[in-house]
């Protein structure tokens, strides 16, 4: 039986493309489910689902949006009835994944529309913009991202074989089998860095070991967010949040920041979690010549030619554990706080270049004194990468998982 993939594009504008990605996918053994968004006219061709259908899901309705002749707010309420309805199709089990072509704003649409479905699930956007920054368009989903090489405004010897390539290849995307002989392992989310590698690598192998499955996330940002969109879709059954230093960014204006709602979604879903103050003594930046001027004098480490590194101070660290009790009150499944004396991070040990007791303190200070009375604070005399340290806070978690699932 072939397998159906929704093709979202605007087909007033660029029908002729579409018509094309269409007549490929069909040779390739897929069926296309058209959704049309555009505004501007009739399209070149009958969708499957049309542009009225589109804007009334996003709250609009057609004739209004044409009448405005507002692109900003036309583009906002089809970007918004897209997800709608690319996520309607595939919850009513209509659809296996997703495609579309577009220059800035047609791929803004479509990327609302992929960002709607689950992990897993094939996602291609074919675009102009598919260089450079891509956190607006990606966001937390694995959506995958061809150049268009040229625009997408017509059909010619380079467009052809590019649109050609992308119906070849999310063809091939609904056609691979996975191995699922680990899907029914609980799943637990995991935090790290390059200064917590050595704890996360070690928790992550008991974990393991004891029939769990654990999904690392880089702390860049990115990371922490997919971490969070992950337990918020109700994949993760708990948390090792060991590297939590994105804060650090969202506080100072660093590059690496998950934005102000990092640490809200196992507190909400009632997940189990332990909490670490892993790497945030550190801020990041990008080359030491793009670390901002007000920050020209404070302690910076160059850790490699593109990442900068900037050492927190008391004041920013007690702001945090502020945050941190703001966020960890929440909480209605338990949560435990681990804290190494000794340092957290690598940077952050006796000798080394970050080693800033009275900094730690002062977020140790801060936490304690607006944290709830029942959430427990265990401090270790050991650095975050002593085995002891990831001993500790894999134990705390065993046995608060199988308590919470007795």
């Known amino acids: 039986m072939a397998k159906n993939v929704l093709v979202l594009g605007a087909l007033d504008s660029k029908g002729a493309e579409y018509a094309y990605l269409r007549t490929?996918?069909?040779?390739?053994?897929?069926a296309p489910v058209v959704v049309d968004f555009g505004v501007l006219g009739e399209p070149a061709f009958t969708p499957d689902i049309s542009a009225a259908e589109v804007a009334a899901a996003g709250g609009a309705d057609l004739t209004a949006l044409r009448a405005a002749n507002d692109r900003g707010a036309a583009m906002?309420?089809?970007?918004q009835g897209v997800a709608v309805i690319a996520r309607r199709l595939y919850d009513e089990g209509k659809i296996d994944g997703a495609i579309g072509m577009g220059g800035t704003g047609g791929s803004s649409v479509i990327a609302s529309g992929l960002r709607a479905l689950p992990i897993g699930i094939p996602k291609l956007l074919v675009s102009t913009v598919a260089a450079g920054d891509t956190r607006p368009y990606v966001g937390t989903r694995d959506i995958t991202l061809m150049p268009s090489v040229v625009d997408v405004a017509g059909?010619?010897?380079?467009?052809?074989?590019i649109f050609a390539n992308a119906a070849g290849a999310i063809a091939g995307m609904l056609?691979?089998?996975?191995?699922?002989?680990?899907?029914?392992?609980?799943l637990i989310a995991a935090s790290m860095f390059g200064n917590t590698t050595e704890a996360v690598d070690r928790a992550r192998a008991t974990m393991e070991a004891q029939g769990y499955e654990v999904l690392v996330f880089h702390a860049t940002g990115t990371g922490g967010e997919t971490m969070e969109s992950l337990i918020t879709d109700g994949y993760i059954a708990g948390v090792l949040d060991i590297t939590t230093t994105e804060w650090a960014d969202e506080l100072c204006g660093g590059v690496f920041s998950a934005g102000p709602t990092r640490l809200d979604a196992a507190a909400m879903q009632g997940i189990p979690q332990i909490i670490v103050p892993g790497c945030i003594d550190m801020t990041n930046f990008g080359s030491r010549e793009t670390v901002p001027e007000r920050y020209a004098e404070r302690n910076l480490y160059v850790w490699n030619p593109t990442v900068t590194l900037m050492r927190t101070t008391p004041a920013e660290n007690a702001?945090?554990?502020?945050?941190?009790a703001e966020k960890l009150n929440r909480a209605t499944a338990p949560v435990h706080v681990l804290i190494p004396l000794k340092g957290f991070s690598i940077l952050d040990s006796p000798g080394e270049r970050f080693w800033e007791p009275e900094a730690d303190h002062a977020f140790i200070q801060a936490l304690k004194a607006d944290l709830r009375a029942d959430i427990p604070v265990e401090e270790l005399d050991v650095n975050i990468n002593d085995p002891a340290f990831a001993d500790r806070a894999t134990t705390l978690l065993l046995e608060t998982l199988q308590t919470t699932h007795q």
């Open 24 to 30: 490929h996918l069909q040779q390739s053994g897929v």
């Open 76 to 79: 906002v309420a089809m970007a």
């Open 155 to 161: 059909i010619n010897r380079i467009s052809r074989r």
């Open 175 to 186: 056609g691979t089998t996975v191995d699922t002989d680990t899907q029914d392992r609980p």
């Open 319 to 324: 702001e945090m554990g502020h945050i941190f």
